[in-house]
């Protein structure tokens, strides 16, 4: 019987210091939001391009300037959503949505979304538009994996689909739109209805 106690206590402390170093109030619901954010987004994308007269973009071009506002609406969106929902999660458990965890979370996570933003700029720039989409995917991807081991470890594996799909997209390009859609609109929202079932409905 003492036994059984001295494994029950182990197994308690373990999870609490599991939980300590782990952000766990991230919403499964915030990425279902996600993924619809980008869906919508895709099809004002898509309809910008196919109705301005011609199959491609030009960096100085005022359909470029759309698309780029409108891929900055769903960033923004997604990232409010995620914040406000994740904040509501962690106030009804009693849980701190800012502290060394989440600071290290968030850290682990903009380290490479921002370099691969700064790279895709610069790529851009130099009007090397065909590798876009892999690289949103492939640097989101390393952002998700990245993070992961600072809150749900299932994070990790919407970021090695993510990098799946951005080395496909690298390989075919013509297919970058409809990988892009696959990527950041439906797996999103695939991920988020399992989180959501597997943890925010316990």
């Known amino acids: 019987?003492?036994?059984?106690?001295?494994?029950?206590?182990?197994?308690e402390i373990k999870d609490l210091m599991n939980k300590s170093?782990?952000?766990i109030s991230l919403s499964g619901l915030s990425g279902i939001l996600a993924g619809v954010y980008a869906l919508i987004g895709a099809a004002v994308a898509y309809w910008l391009v196919s109705n301005s007269g011609?199959?491609?973009?030009?960096?100085?071009?005022t359909i470029f300037r759309l698309v780029m506002l409108d891929l900055f609406l769903i960033a923004f969106f997604s990232a409010v959503t995620g914040i406000f929902l994740t904040t509501k999660k962690a106030k009804k458990h009693g849980a701190k949505i800012w502290d060394a965890t989440s600071k290290r979370l968030v850290i682990n996570f903009l380290i490479p979304l921002v370099v691969?933003?700064?790279?895709i700029l610069i790529i851009l720039n130099q009007q090397k538009y065909g590798q876009t989409g892999a690289l949103m995917l492939i640097f989101y991807g390393l952002a998700l994996i990245?993070?992961?081991k600072y809150s749900i470890g299932d994070i990790r594996y919407l970021g090695?689909?993510?990098?799946?799909?951005?080395?496909?997209?690298?390989v075919l390009p013509g297919y970058g739109f409809w990988l892009w859609v696959l990527?950041?609109?439906?797996?999103?929202?695939?991920?988020?209805?399992?989180?959501?079932?597997?943890?925010?409905?316990?």
Do not use: P
């Open 54 to 61: 011609r199959e491609y973009l030009i960096l100085d071009g």
């Open 183 to 202: 990527g950041f609109g439906v797996m999103h929202i695939v991920y988020g209805t399992w989180m959501h079932y597997k943890y925010d409905k316990k």
């Open 21 to 23: 170093s782990r952000f």
């Open 160 to 170: 090695f689909i993510q990098l799946i799909l951005g080395l496909i997209c690298a």
């Open 1 to 11: 019987m003492e036994s059984k106690d001295y494994l029950k206590d182990i197994s």
């Open 116 to 119: 691969g933003g700064i790279y």
């Open 146 to 148: 990245n993070a992961s």
